[in-house]
């Protein structure tokens, strides 16, 4: 491989990692200020009061959430079905730009103005959520240009880890700005992810030039025509009937649920007054409880990269999948009951994201490539938006049920009810993927070999789909 290759897929797993970082870093803005949001809107010096009690905040808080996944669920399937026909770079620059107009709209403009409105907040969130849809399907294409199937598991699983940098960088973010004015975290995140549109539309090429594709494959004794090899755009049906894509997309419908709940939820859960067998558990402050959580986000970033690697090694992702997505059961049951110990919190918490966070990294990023560029597909390179739009998209439908949810359980049951439905719906991601795990792993068994097997293999039930 020239030094060329090398410096510029360095180039681009940075620059796309930091923008993905910079995406998730600006959704993670509102999560981490619900209480004192909750407590501008009640409060009357500078404004009438925008809610009379905290149960009803709290409600429309969730409402806004719900309200973010359904407009991000349904920008996903057009946006990946776009990402497969425009240049894929200018897409997700075009959610940057997006995301910094309306997040700042969101969060800033009604403190500075005094301007509280219902309608108001609900249209600049829904907008919010249809923008940020930009970028995952096309930062995935454009990784799937550059890096092939060699080790993809570990590098996807690096990669995929921009989700929960971003988590850490937006909650430390929150913690140190704050103090400052919550409406500072707001405009603070909408300057940065600006900055990065503009450097991702400079500093880098969405695939190799062909050119320099050529010499590679070259020296690897590969034939390669021209651009009309990449094939056509394909359908979204037809995306979602290819082996394995419609399994994933209901097991990431539950496990998406589960991660943005904790994404969403997390530093009020750990803000607020709430019983635990009895015992009043937290009521910890809003930047320690932002700080805390990135605990949460490092044990993801753990699953992402040690699941990228050993399912590598292993030749197939869906049983090593099912395995975290099963141990989730556990943590999620003991960090319900862990009590208000900090140390212990963070290391459960710590758990709880490896088994969580760790196994969605892998679906939407290493499985959804695998997805996009298997045999059946003949090379097509035109499919990987589509096909990481679907699984995503499907993800943040249930994501976005979800939100409406969890308030309602909430407040009806307490938190530990909603652990509990945690559990539930953890349950049922591993029933949806059972079945190809078990092929899977009864074709590790008859076929092991030195060299390594391809992760798909269309048609037989040998073959692995994920």
């Known amino acids: 491989m020239s030094r060329w290759r090398v410096n510029q897929k360095i180039l681009v797993f940075a620059v796309t990692f930091v923008s ?154 929150t913690g140190i700005v704050l103090p400052y004015g919550y409406e500072d975290t707001f405009l603070l995140n909408s300057i940065l992810i600006a900055v990065g549109a503009v450097v991702v539309l400079t500093a880098i090429n969405e695939k190799p030039s062909h050119s320099h594709e050529n010499e590679d494959e070259e020296e690897r004794g590969e034939t390669h025509s021209s651009e009309e090899d990449e094939g056509e755009p394909i359908s979204m049906w037809k995306a979602l009937l290819l082996p394995g894509v419609l399994m994933y997309c209901l097991c990431n419908a539950c496990l998406k649920l589960v991660n943005y709940a904790f994404f969403f939820w997390l530093p009020m859960y750990l803000t607020e007054f709430c019983v635990i067998i009895h015992i009043e558990a937290y009521h910890w402050d809003e930047a320690a409880s932002d700080t805390l959580s990135v605990w949460y986000d490092i ?79 003949a090379g097509n390179k035109k499919a990987m938006c589509t096909v990481s739009g679907l699984i995503d998209g499907s993800g943040s439908v249930g994501s976005a049920l979800g939100q409406f949810l969890i308030p309602v359980v909430q407040l009806a049951f307490g938190w530990q009810a909603v652990f509990y439905l945690f559990i539930i719906l953890n349950g049922l991601a591993c029933i949806c993927i059972l079945e190809r795990a078990i092929l899977d792993i009864k074709g590790m068994r008859r076929r092991f070999r030195p060299e390594a097997a391809p992760l798909l293999v269309g048609g037989d039930e040998d073959s692995h789909e994920d």
């Open 20 to 173: 993905y970082a910079l995406y998730h870093s600006a959704r993670k803005a509102m999560s981490g200020v619900k209480s004192t949001m909750t407590a501008d809107w009640m409060r009357n010096d500078t404004h009438e009061p925008f809610f009379s009690n905290e149960a009803d905040a709290k409600s429309f808080l969730g409402t806004l959430d719900a309200l973010f996944m359904a407009a991000y669920a349904a920008a996903l399937f057009f946006w990946g079905w776009l990402g497969d026909r425009l240049n894929p770079k200018y897409v997700i620059a075009a959610g940057m730009v997006g995301s910094a107009i309306t997040l700042a709209c969101f969060g800033a403009v009604p403190v500075w103005f005094h301007y509280y409105s219902i309608p108001y907040y609900i249209i600049t969130y829904i907008l919010f959520g249809l923008v940020q849809a930009c970028g995952w399907p096309s930062e995935v294409a454009i990784m799937a240009n550059w890096f092939g199937a060699g080790n993809r598991g570990f590098i996807m699983g690096m990669w995929a880890a921009c989700q929960p940098v971003g988590n850490i960088f937006g909650n430390l973010l």
């Open 299 to 377: 044990g993801g970033i753990i699953g992402s990269v040690a699941g990228g690697y050993i399912s590598d090694r292993m030749g197939c992702r869906s049983p090593l999948i099912l395995a975290m997505v099963g141990c989730s059961l556990g943590t999620l049951f003991i960090y319900s009951n862990v009590g208000p110990h900090m140390v212990m919190n963070a290391l459960v918490m710590t758990a709880v994201g490896v088994t969580v966070s760790g196994p969605y990294n892998l679906v939407v990023g290493s499985v959804s490539i695998d997805l996009g560029s298997q045999p059946c597909l």
